[in-house]
Structures are given as structure tokens and as C-alpha cells.
Nanobody, 126 residues
């Protein structure tokens, strides 16, 4: 069982930055591939970024490529999402998700994820 708790959301002006954190419980965090998803107002929940269990491969949605960086610290059981050059369209609830995987395969399919956090709100003002 893995519990995920996101933090770091808030209100920021367009062009600003935020760093989200997702703290995981459990001793097997390092065996989980981790991803961030987001759900904007009135929208479906969409994939944002993923990182493999070792942290040596990362993947991004085209909409955030070059602005967001996903990383992880397995010693701290935490995955991060550094968000720079934020835009109003980045406004959403951001969720982290965990998938038991020790391969470099990644997926944007939400049903393939085993655990989800409760989400943290990010609001970007224009």
C-alpha cells in the first residue's frame, strides 16, 4: 500500500514558478514509476509528466515540455514537479500517481496507475 500526499500548490502570477511535491509512504517507493496529472476547470484529467523508477528517464506532455521538470528523490520518498513560466492555462488540480514498475515503459493511461494522491490546486493569474 502506498499513500501519496501532494503539496506546494497555490496562487501565482503568469510567468511565475511553483514546485509541487508528492510525498509517498511505504518502503517500496523506489520500485514505483511516478507521474503527474492535472485537471483544469471543466476539463478531463490529463497527463503532465512521468519519471521512471530509477529517475533516469522522464516524459512530458507537449503543453509543458521545456517549462516543467519532474524529478524524484528515492531517499526521501518524494517526487517533484518544478513548474516555470506558468500560464493561466496551467490552472488545475495537480495529482501525483504511482505505478509499480521497474521498467522504462511509461504510460499516460490513468487506469494503469495503482495509487493516487488527493490533489493540490494550482491557480495562475493573468
Amino acid at each position: 500500500q502506498v499513500q501519496l500526499v501532494e503539496s506546494g500548490g497555490g496562487l501565482v502570477q503568469a510567468g511565475g514558478s511553483l514546485r509541487l511535491s508528492c510525498a509517498a509512504s511505504g518502503r517500496t517507493f523506489s520500485r514505483y514509476a511516478m507521474s503527474w496529472f492535472r485537471q483544469g476547470p471543466g476539463k478531463e484529467r490529463d497527463f503532465v509528466a512521468a519519471i521512471t523508477w530509477t529517475g533516469d528517464s522522464t516524459y512530458y506532455a507537449d503543453s509543458v515540455k521545456g517549462r516543467f521538470t519532474i524529478s524524484r528523490d528515492n531517499a526521501k520518498n518524494t517526487v517533484y514537479l518544478q513548474m516555470n513560466s506558468l500560464k493561466p492555462e496551467d490552472t488545475a488540480v495537480y495529482y501525483c500517481a504511482a505505478r509499480l514498475s521497474t521498467s522504462h515503459y511509461y504510460t499516460e493511461l490513468q487506469y494503469e496507475y495503482d495509487y493516487w494522491g488527493q490533489g493540490t490546486q494550482v491557480t495562475v493569474a493573468s
